[in-house]
């Protein structure tokens, strides 16, 4: 079974604080994605990296930035929390080969309060 | 533009009962796929259904079948015989972009309520 992993479950961080949200993937797969869902706003696309070192941005970047240093692995980096950040991050993963019916792999949510 | 459209914010239905959650999507793209997915209270995504763009059946998955509509760009799960335990937030999205390079965009999702 894939399994996608994310560090923290709750996080409570302060205004200003720099936030790192982590995310592992034990199955090879090329694209990582960070969405944020909102209640009513369903999930929105942040960052989509489609392979090591690459990052494409996605619907909602702004106060967010990423990186891909290891197939493996996407962090999710909020340099300066605000309380507009507040919610929940989803990262998912695929395998970008083999069929276009691939599905994207969830892991199981952060829920971010800034405060 | 919104990539993808769902309508109801939320939707009850009687346990035993057939219940359709609407989908439209848009894209330029000729090749592109539709996925739908259940988020129960827990959180997590579960993968129900796909269709391919260039699929001319509908997609089946035992109780879940995705009745696609290309020239209207709609894409609908259909649940027959509703149990209690579907009550959850149903989530259509859609893949896009060439080769390695896709995109996957959501919905604002539909809360389903399955009445005992």
């Known amino acids: 079974d894939v399994k996608v992993t994310q560090s923290s479950r709750y996080l409570v961080k302060r205004t200003g604080e720099k936030v790192f949200l982590e995310c592992v993937q034990d199955?090879?797969?090329?694209?990582m994605f960070w969405y944020r869902q909102d209640p009513g706003l369903g999930l929105r696309l942040i960052y989509f990296s489609y392979d090591v070192k690459m990052k494409e941005k996605g619907d909602i970047p702004e106060g967010y930035s990423v990186s891909r240093e290891k197939k493996e692995r996407f962090s999710l980096i909020l340099e300066s929390a605000s309380t507009n950040q507040t919610s929940m991050y989803l990262c998912?993963?695929?395998?970008?080969?083999?069929?276009?019916?691939?599905?994207?792999?969830f892991g199981e949510g952060s829920w971010l309060t800034v405060v | 533009a919104q990539k993808i459209t769902q309508t109801q914010p939320g939707m009850f239905v009687q346990e035993k009962e057939a219940v359709t959650l609407d989908c439209t999507y848009d894209t330029s793209d000729q090749s592109y796929g539709l996925f739908w997915y259940k988020q129960p209270s827990s959180g997590e995504m579960i993968f129900l259904i796909y269709?391919?763009?260039?699929?001319?059946q509908n997609a089946t998955e035992g109780r879940y079948s995705l009745n696609f509509q290309k020239a209207r760009k709609s894409a609908n799960l259909v649940i027959s015989a509703s149990q209690l335990g579907d009550s959850a937030m149903y989530f259509c999205a859609m893949r896009e972009g060439p080769g390695n390079f896709n995109k996957f965009y959501f919905g604002s999702g539909t809360k389903l309520n399955v009445k005992p």
């Open positions: 199955m090879d797969h090329e694209n």
């Open positions: 269709q391919g763009s260039y699929d001319e």
């Open positions: 998912a993963s695929r395998l970008s080969t083999g069929g276009f019916g691939n599905t994207i792999y």
